[in-house]
């Protein structure tokens, strides 16, 4: 009869633990970072002598659990990790680069809008060179010429700065996961194999070492007991809970980089780290670009100016000056009689009929042409690679999902299924029990 209680009593503990395993599935059904749950379960059995001819009697001892296993692949996580980090980079390269073209704003207000209008109406000067309405019309459409040049890179600068503090944001994070990444390492040193504290912790790990390999693309290495320790570029960042942060450095043209122990790390080729150090050297360069559009655009205006004479029979005046970049232009006179618009010993109009040859391949309309152009090409291009990284991450995703998600309506027949194997032990303990009082009874 003893046997049968402690049948009874085993399945009683290891169905109601499989119970409460079953109930954590279905609580964490939502739970991105969850990972099922499976409980281990075994014959419980025992050997012994019952005599001292060593005759050995198998008695059976009912069922015992072994621990608590993760639903989880090793390859799967790791090629959503890579997926992972590659949409998030490909996300964020995107998303800035679609600000830059907007930053550019080549509208009906932007920089070569203002240009087209500008030449357009040095056209209608040459018809009719005295005209004062024309001449400050003139000058003001190379006002607004400039003041858009301004704005565009007063705006790209800003940018820029957008983009530091991104990146700050972005290791503030970076460093947290690094943090809780070692707190986690220390708690799975000491947490008992297949325990429900162990799958806790590692749920928590995966969690800290997605958050890590979206943001760059560090090299993972696992210790005993599920430990996971970080570095990147030969650096250390997370080993037997040490943790070295990253920094971000910040260059006299605003590039990007970083840094761990005070030394200076190559740039990540993965994840939004690296697509942030990619997109401020892009913006980079659209502001040099910028810069040599202004100085060409100075000098073209001042020279066509020192080409003619204004209506004092003098020489031409500067008219634009660019010393200080795209920012600093500036427009040194807005003095209609400044306007060298007749040629020396010429015809009135003589100069300014030479304006429109300022439009040439090589003139400032074609460089902000070749400007947009370009950002519209790199725009396209970081568009196409986010479609294609999230095909891949979904597929991996999915693949993973299929092993580790939750499954509803597997859980509730799991559910069930537990249940009557739980009724089925106290049902065990119930038939010893009566067994026992008929035995008792015939005495």
């Not at 659209?286 to 004479?309: C, H, K, P, V, Y």
């Not at 597929?395 to 859980?411: F, G, M, P, Q």
Request: charged fraction near 20%; avoid cysteine.
């Amino acid at each position: 009869m003893t046997d049968l209680y402690s049948i009874g009593l085993s399945g009683i503990r290891s169905y109601q633990r499989a119970l409460a395993t079953v109930s954590t599935n279905i609580g964490n059904a939502e739970n991105p970072n969850y990972v099922r749950r499976d409980l281990r379960l075994s014959e419980l059995n025992a050997t012994g002598a019952v005599n001292p001819y060593f005759t050995y009697q198998m008695n059976f001892s009912g069922v015992e659990v072994d621990g608590v296993a993760r639903a989880t692949d090793p390859f799967l996580e790791a090629n959503v990790r890579l997926t992972g980090a590659s949409l998030y980079g490909a996300e964020t390269r995107a998303r800035w680069m679609a600000n830059l073209e907007t930053t550019l704003a080549d509208t009906e207000h932007g920089v070569g809008a203002r240009l087209t209008t500008l030449f357009a109406m040095g056209e209608e000067l040459a018809g009719a060179p005295y005209s004062d309405i024309l001449r400050n019309q003139f000058l003001n459409d190379m006002e607004s010429a400039v003041t858009a040049i301004n704005r565009t890179a007063n705006d790209l600068n800003n940018l820029s700065g957008q983009l530091i503090r991104a990146a700050e944001q972005e290791v503030a994070a970076f460093n947290e996961a690094l943090n809780n990444l070692a707190k986690t390492n220390l708690g799975l040193r000491i947490a008992a194999d297949g325990s429900p504290q162990q799958a806790v912790l590692l749920d928590q790990r995966d969690t800290a070492l997605a958050v890590l390999s979206e943001r760059m693309d560090v090299k993972i290495s696992f210790a005993d007991k599920g430990v996971a320790n970080i570095s990147f570029d030969g650096q250390v960042l997370v080993d037997i809970g040490q943790v070295n942060p990253l920094s971000v450095n910040v260059g006299a043209n605003d590039s990007i980089g970083y840094s761990a122990n005070s030394i200076n790390l190559t740039a990540p080729s993965r994840g939004s780290l690296a697509a942030l150090v990619s997109s401020a050297a892009t913006v980079i360069d659209r502001r040099s670009e910028l810069d040599n559009l202004a100085t060409q655009f100075a000098a073209d205006i001042n020279g066509w100016q020192a080409a003619g004479e204004t209506d004092g029979a003098a020489a031409g005046p500067p008219l634009l000056d660019a010393t200080g970049g795209a920012a600093a232009l500036v427009m040194l006179t807005h003095d209609a009689a400044d306007l060298a618009l007749a040629t020396p010993a010429g015809a009135p109009n003589g100069n300014i009929l030479n304006f429109s040859a300022l439009r040439g391949a090589s003139g400032v309309e074609q460089a902000w042409t070749n400007i947009i152009g370009a950002q519209a090409i790199i725009t396209a291009s970081a568009q196409s690679e986010k479609a294609a990284a999230t095909t891949q991450y979904q597929a991996a995703r999915e693949a993973r999902d299929n092993l580790s998600s939750v499954d509803l309506d597997k859980e509730a027949a799991d559910l069930l299924r537990f249940q009557e194997a739980y009724n089925a032990a106290a049902r065990v303990i119930q038939v010893a029990r009566e067994t026992m009082q008929a035995i008792l009874a015939i005495f």
